[in-house]
């Protein structure tokens, strides 16, 4: 694959060929594999939209492609990191745990994980920040957009 819309066409900046990511999670195993895929996206906290009467959650996401090997490039390490849009179904309330009262609409947070637990979808963000999705049943559904572009920072674990 090669990058689009981030390099000059001279350069020789490609991945191996990985298709667009497309998962639909309808169960707990199926969210566990999703939440791994998107372990350290980041969110802009802009992104997250929540449509009542159509029961969904939406977040376009950056995530990183944990999947792709690094290429190393000029002794630099590059990485990659691509749109992806998360669609969380049957969504009947929403709740949000941690954010504060100041919170900037443009700050760009970090997914952790997602997890189920009592008809809840619980996506958990760092900075012990949550947003608890009451749910009928899970449909969840993960789609790379085609956008990608390189990066040198690997996220880091303590």
């Known amino acids: 694959m090669t990058f689009k ?3 000059p066409s001279n350069t020789s900046l490609t991945f191996f060929d990985t298709p667009p990511l497309k998962i639909k999670a309808e169960n707990l195993e199926d969210l566990s594999i999703l939440s791994t895929f998107l372990q350290d ?3 802009p906290f802009s992104s997250i939209t929540h449509h009542p009467k159509e ?5 376009l996401t950056h995530r990183f492609r944990w999947e792709n090997k690094p290429i190393i490039q000029n002794e630099n390490t590059l990485y990659e990191r691509i749109h992806s849009l998360l669609n969380i ?4 309330n929403v709740s949000k745990k941690g954010f504060q009262d100041s919170f900037d609409p443009n700050q760009m947070l970090n997914l952790l ?3 189920s637990k009592d008809n809840r979808i619980i996506l958990t963000f760092s900075d012990s920040i949550q ?3 009451e749910v ?6 993960l789609g790379d957009q085609n956008i990608s572009w390189p990066t040198s920072h690997k996220p880091d674990h303590f």
Do not use: D, P, R
């Open 5 to 7: 819309n981030s390099t």
């Open 41 to 43: 996206a980041l969110v």
């Open 55 to 59: 029961q969904t959650l939406s977040l």
């Open 89 to 92: 179904n049957h969504v009947k």
């Open 113 to 115: 994980c997602i997890t």
């Open 131 to 133: 947003l608890q999705l």
């Open 136 to 141: 009928e049943k899970i449909m969840v559904l």
